[in-house]
């Protein structure tokens, strides 16, 4: 099914919707109303919203969706990243006059010690209350999962010796719609610098459905009257996600802005490029100035870390969810 972009009256967010010569093939599919509230750093800020916007229209089969973009007011932006979310984007008292079927939250990059002292802690935990109640499902990503068990369930997250960044392998270890006719195992991408720890989640009641050997939990849920999906990774991120945040960070580590020189990817770069980078690196830690960026060799990927295959599978069975549940809502009326 093609999808065009269109723009509501009135509404600056974009909406999925099926072009016009596709409305005589749909079968009655329930029309789905879906927000991110895309709180990515300013660099990632669109990359995001184009990632979810072709994983939702793969996934779309003949349904109609309704796309929506939100961003918290309290996440600190450039002035272009403002200009654009403000003139994108939906305002954040949008999202409460209506009730939408699914959300997704991203996260944010962190700028205090600890989670509840970050500036958009209010309006974040506001709104997890908001969605337990007014939508049929939300997931949670990366910071986002974080955030939401800390205010649901007071389960810290902890400090990891170093960061988890790379592609891993992870395994479904309970039977689950979310991974029906998911690709196993499924190569999902982390990048983040603390976990919450298995035991501690489902000790709170929470169910672990995918979790890597190396990367540890990987997907949880728990039913509310919404039910909320965590992501510790980024399943949505494209070839490329994992590329731009290492440049970023060695970027950084150049212009003297952070203290450790970023590790490679895992099973990310094929095994010469790992090579060129080891050697790379070598000439950063004796020279670091920001010229020897120039001097960074050319990068290849491993032809099998099969970015996007996970997401395609979960998408396509949450939207699955949320029809299913509209559906049965309008039959119990």
């Known amino acids: 099914?093609?999808?065009?972009?269109?723009?509501?009256?009135?509404?600056?967010?974009?909406?999925?919707?099926?072009?016009?010569?596709?409305?005589?093939?749909?079968?009655?599919?329930?029309?789905?109303?879906?927000?991110?509230?895309?709180?990515?750093?300013?660099?990632?800020?669109?990359?995001?919203?184009?990632?979810?916007?072709?994983?939702?229209?793969?996934a779309a089969g003949p349904r109609r969706i309704r796309f929506h973009c939100f961003s918290l007011p309290s996440v600190k932006r450039s002035p272009e990243a403002r200009w654009h979310v403000e003139s994108e984007y939906s305002d954040l008292s949008d999202l409460k006059r209506q009730r939408f079927d699914g959300l997704i939250v991203t996260g944010a990059e962190p700028v205090a010690p600890e989670l509840d002292q970050e500036p958009y802690w209010r309006d974040l935990t506001e709104l997890i209350d908001w969605a337990k109640v007014n939508t049929r499902s939300a997931i949670w990503s990366c910071l986002a999962a974080h955030a939401a068990v800390l205010h649901l369930d007071r389960i810290a997250r902890r400090r990891l010796p170093a960061k988890c960044h790379g592609i891993f392998n992870c395994e479904a270890i309970a039977s689950d719609p979310l991974t029906r006719a998911a690709p196993a195992p499924l190569k999902v991408s982390h990048s983040r610098l603390n976990e919450v720890a298995e035991s501690d989640l489902t000790q709170a009641g929470y169910q672990v459905l995918t979790r890597s050997a190396q990367a540890g939990v990987d997907i949880f849920v728990r039913q509310y009257a919404s039910r909320f999906v965590f992501f510790q990774g980024h399943p949505e991120y494209d070839a490329l996600s994992l590329q731009r945040e290492y440049l970023r960070d060695i970027g950084r580590y150049l212009a003297r802005e952070r203290e450790n020189y970023p590790a490679v990817p895992v099973s990310y770069f094929d095994a010469a490029t790992e090579e060129k980078l080891a050697r790379f690196e070598k000439k950063a830690r004796q020279q670091c100035h920001p010229a020897l960026a120039?001097?960074?060799?050319?990068?290849?990927?491993?032809?099998?870390?099969?970015?996007?295959?996970?997401?395609?599978?979960?998408f396509r069975n949450w939207l699955s969810y949320l029809a299913a549940d509209a559906e049965a809502a309008l039959i119990a009326r």
Do not use: C, W
């Open 294 to 314: 120039s001097e960074l060799p050319a990068l290849t990927l491993r032809t099998n870390i099969a970015a996007g295959s996970a997401a395609a599978a979960l």
């Open 1 to 58: 099914m093609s999808i065009l972009i269109e723009r509501d009256q009135g509404v600056p967010s974009p909406a999925l919707v099926p072009a016009q010569e596709d409305f005589a093939h749909e079968r009655g599919g329930a029309e789905l109303t879906i927000g991110l509230i895309n709180n990515m750093p300013d660099p990632a800020l669109k990359a995001t919203e184009r990632q979810f916007m072709k994983l939702l229209q793969a």
